[in-house]
């Protein structure tokens, strides 16, 4: 199973990016997918995940109503839109992909198959 991460890069305060997770090797369709960050001398946190029983979808309150989460069945790929981007939102991100249906929040225990991560910076 592979997953590899694009479309991180350098954003300003109140700009945008779109991440893409796109997997090689399985049916994207038949997981749970979280997209998880790391910045330096935090922990791995989640900031949007899929459920693949139900379709539904965790956001924390930190990015709530500024991050979304979609499949594109098609390229077997899923993605997070991120807007009004702000500084705190620096990190490695990272996608996972899981067979379990999370309850609630998703957490990094609830993953085991990792991309390599893409770094987003916001900064201005």
């Known amino acids: 199973l592979q997953l590899v991460e694009s479309g991180g890069g350098l954003a300003q305060p109140g700009g945008s990016l779109r991440l893409s997770c796109t997997a090689s090797g399985f049916d994207l369709g038949y997981y749970s997918i979280g997209w998880f960050r790391q910045a330096p001398g935090k922990e791995r946190e989640g900031v949007s995940c899929?459920?693949?029983?139900?379709?539904?979808?965790y956001y924390p309150d930190s990015v709530k109503g500024r991050f979304t989460i979609s499949r594109t069945t098609s390229r077997n790929t899923v993605n997070l839109e991120m807007n009004s981007l702000k500084p705190e939102d620096t990190a490695v991100y990272y996608c996972?992909?899981?067979?379990?249906?999370?309850?609630?929040?998703?957490?990094?225990?609830?993953?085991?198959?990792w991309g390599q991560g893409t770094q987003v910076t916001v900064s201005s």
């Open positions: 899929l459920n693949r029983s139900d379709g539904r979808k």
């Open positions: 996972a992909a899981s067979l379990y249906s999370f309850i609630g929040a998703c957490t990094p225990d609830d993953f085991d198959s």
